[in-house]
C-alpha cells in the first residue's frame, strides 16, 4: 500500500470532477478523499496498490468530459494509508 497527494490545476471545479474522482477511485477500490481547494485546484489523498494508483493518476491527467486540465503534481506521503472508502470533503 502507497499513499500519495494528487493536485490538478486548471478547469477542474464545477465540472464533475470530485464526484467522477470518486467513481474512479471506487472502481479501483483505493481508499481517501478528494476536495475543492479555495485557489480553484481539487486535492486528492489517496491510498491503494501502486499500479491503481498510477492508473487514477492517469486518468487525472484528462479528468472528466468537460474539465481541463493544465497541471497534476503528485507527491507520495510518508504517513499511514486510508482506509475509510474513497469519499468527497468539503
Known amino acids: 500500500m502507497k499513499t ?10 464545477g465540472v464533475f470532477f470530485r ?3 470518486r467513481e474512479k477511485a471506487r472502481s479501483l477500490n483505493l481508499r481517501g478523499y478528494v476536495k475543492n481547494q479555495h485557489d480553484g485546484s ?3 489523498e489517496v491510498s491503494g496498490d501502486p499500479m491503481k494508483l ?3 493518476i492517469d486518468w487525472c491527467r484528462v479528468g472528466p468530459e468537460m474539465a481541463i486540465v493544465e497541471n497534476v503534481s503528485v507527491i507520495e506521503l510518508d504517513q499511514p494509508s486510508h482506509e475509510i472508502e474513497f469519499e468527497i470533503v468539503h
Do not use: E, M, P, R
Open 54 to 56: 498510477q492508473k487514477l
Open 4 to 13: 500519495v497527494c494528487i493536485t490538478i490545476t486548471g478547469k477542474v471545479q
Open 19 to 21: 464526484a467522477s474522482t
Open 42 to 44: 481539487v486535492y486528492i
